[in-house]
């Protein structure tokens, strides 16, 4: 090689070992003086109000190296996890209450030093009740969240409130419209209505969770939810958006607008400066007895991971952020219900009508648990609430549903297995393969040719290393997973006893709802639907554009390039809009044909059409592109001669234009499978999965296992590996008999 040639590969070899270094978990040192690394999920007017302490804090310790890292909410949990166990992680970090039971089981939190809690007075005793786990502490309270009443003017004007639910309901019958907007369908907000017909989702009993939520007044909040919605008080399928929607329009100027609303102090951020409004506590209704509504309730905490670099630091810091002072800039700025009772003796809160109400709501709210049950409730408590109000099922039956669902998710890990014969058998394999590179090794003419190539391997070695870093290790670790059970702190080696649950559809008859099997025909469904959709129209699409007598042929393809063009994600969320049963622009020309509102997420088959619609919108201008760049390399005279000896269009297209584009079709089909196979955004972010589960794809059911269903990664990593076996077999198939013709 010239001098120039090594220079370019030692920089290729550089850059390969500084990717190594980014990739691999290189441990910091835990030691480092006068260094604090602030960790928190806030937007807004919260993170406004944290980053003005801070620079407080800033100023109080100028000799101090203070950095603050805003994580996004979904991944929050996820990174922390990861960075605290490797020493990558922050000194102090905020979150809710309701993960700190799994952040102590994995050793990412620390509990509170005593001299923090000397005047446990000065917080608000639920907060730090709903903080202590065991007779400890884990956190400092920093604010309280909980569901409460939004009342907007001039229908509800001055301190003005319903006694009861009951009164929106009556006001709905006598006005024809909704009254009060709130995420029906969602166990969260379905909660206080619940606890007001003294229900729970979950109990503990005998120190073990109990799904409760098969209880008796778990029938009876749905039914009386139901007549609501039967009566036009509450919206169909509510949305966050539609909430915000229809409580910003109010029923004065739009026929969907109510001027009620159930929801968080997140709602406040979305609504116009220019809209009058109050908050109270969530009223009673009268079917319960007058029993109080109460809500789920949230304890934001500030917390320590185990080794902080400057502990002395991170403490100080933990007492700076929950005292009065910073207290009530976190009120005023970040408009947050504080723990802090001094920061209440500050005459601007106590006539903050916004603050004082979230503070009553909050005051009478049930903490959130926090053992690992309470996550596996979410799932089966929202799908079932979904059946009863959709009236799929009726509430005992639906309910009965979600038990069994609950139980399947939280039974215990397959037992323990002695690996020493996988093993074995990973020995076997390994000598086979010694073997095999031995043979190649003694042959003469494959040592010259490595010989020979040994050049080309220098430039090959780096791209080498790194998809051996970024690819090939990770898919290595994820099928080792798969042999593994148990929380992801406490894995134990089961064998393939995760592959038998999986394709023994855990029990239960092989074609039931959630099974790999009838997941896995929604699947090859979805995927032969969605490709031959794509084909077609992007062909036809591109013989169009072909055409030589078409005019502004470049700006048509342009704006066909646009769906492709525009990320997946923003797409399914503006299909999703589009499909809503009472807002939605597809609903809405159908009206204008005649045609009834179709409640699309409620049946397998409209829900299914609507994510279809989703993908073949975001999917058709690839095997456009292809086809549109395939045509080119088609001899004009070919077609020429034919249409000369009589051949009509279709002829033409067939036996001539069709064949030429198989070749080049051919790789476009295989790779839209694929990504169609795993088309993650669309299922997700569409249908959700709904009904009831019913149109989840492989890879959406295996996220369902890691992140939805108490984190069972080794039970989501052999769907993975399933999915990588079908997927292979199925192209390498296709590849061969294509070969073949």
Known sequence: MGLSARRAVAALYALAAMLAVLVLPWPVAADEPGKLVVWHAYRGAEQEALDRLIDRFRAAHPSAEIRVLAVPFDAYASKLEAAILHDQGPDVFFDAHERLGSFRDKGIVAPIDDELLRDRGAFDPVSLRALTIDGKTWALPVARKCLALYLRAPSWPGDAAPHSLDELVVLARKTHRPTLAYEASNAYAHAPILHGFGGRILDAEGGRDRYAFADGPARDSLAWVLGAMEAGAIPEEASGALVTQMFTTGSGTDAIGADAAISGPWLAGELPATLVYHVVPIPPVHAAG???????????????????????????????????????????????????????????????????????????????????????????????????????????????????????????????????????????LALIGAGQLLRVARDPEQRRAIRASLPAYAYVTHAVVIVLLLVVVPLVLGAATSFFAGPPQQLHYVGLANYFEILSARGAPLLSSGSFYAVLGVTVLWTVVNVTLHLAIGMALALLLSRPVLKLRGVYRVLLVVPWAVPSYVSALAWKGMFHRQLGAVNAVLGHLGVEPIAWFSRFSTAFAANVATNVWLGFPFMMVVTLGALTSIPREVLEAAEVDGATRWQRFSRITFPLLRPTLAPSVVLGAVWTFNMFNVVFLVSGGEPDGRTEILVSEAYRWAFTRQAQYGYASAYAVLIFLLLLVTTRGLKRREVTR
């Open 290 to 428: 007058g029993t109080p509504t109460r809500p789920y309730l949230t304890v934001e905490g500030a917390m320590r991971a185990p080794t902080p670099r400057d502990p002395a630091l991170a403490k100080e810091f933990l007492a700076f952020v929950v005292s009065t002072e910073a207290a009530i800039v976190r009120a005023k700025v970040g408009r947050q219900v504080v723990a802090t009772n001094a920061a209440w003796r500050d005459p601007a809160l106590r006539d903050d009508r916004f603050l004082t109400g979230f503070r009553r709501a909050a005051d009478d709210a049930i903490p959130m648990p926090t053992t690992p049950g309470m996550r596996a409730a979410w799932e089966p408590t929202t799908r079932a609430i979904q059946k009863v109000l959709r009236r799929d099922l009726s509430p005992a039956d639906a309910i009965e549903e979600a038990k069994h669902r609950f139980l399947d998710v939280t039974r215990p890990p397959p037992p323990r297995r002695d690996p020493r014969p996988m093993l074995l058998l990973l020995g076997l």
